[in-house]
């Protein structure tokens, strides 16, 4: 089983900062790695696939980026809707894993 | 418009069984693979299980032979039977499809979620 390991588990971030958060796998995934946004009280929401690529109807200041082990979600110019949790999902094999979450937290 | 409803959950005693069951809409349902994945309160997410439309069936290692999936293309519908339940197994159940267009490999990103359904395994 490929174990997702996410950093930081929080982030208190100001309007406007921009926000890192990473995803380490513990072993080769290729680009198979997804990033998604959990809002309080509702479902994940997919936000970036395969490592960088867009999706449909979600705001350009989420992007993605890595390979292979090491992977990145950043959020520029952070706004207050994005207060969520972020999880990574790999795909590169069954069972699926997910990373441990981000909370992003706005000051 | 993409929908999956999730019915099924409530309270359970240890030991007990329950089906929970996702009924899919907005999409044509037998060409894509479906999941279910959970989340206790105030925790992360976990992967739980999986079936292809070859009816081909995975689970994760805490569940398996507990649990089994099963969809029927007929109804648009996927199943999650759970035996023998226990305290561990309280979450919200998910179901969850799995993306079909330009996948890397053999397997897909999870691409649209449904609200969830609630188990309580207490006594």
Redesign the interface.
Known sequence: EIVLTQSPDFQSVTPKEKVTITCRASQTIGSSLHWYQQKPDQSPKLLIKYTSQSISGVPSRFSGSGSGTDFTLTIDSLEAEDAAAYYCLQSGSLPFTFGGGTKVEIK | EVQLVESGGGLVQPGGSLRLSCTASGFTFNTYDF?W?RQATGK????VS?IGGGYDT????SVTGRFTISRENAKNSVYLQMNSLTAEDTALY?CVRE?NLNC??Y??????????TLVTVSS
């Not at chain 2, 995975?58 to 290692?61: D, E, I, K």
């Open positions: 999941h994945v992360g997410l976990e992967w999986a995975y689970y994760a290692g998910y993306g890397v490999g397997l897909c990103e999870l691409d649209f979620w449904g609200q969830g």
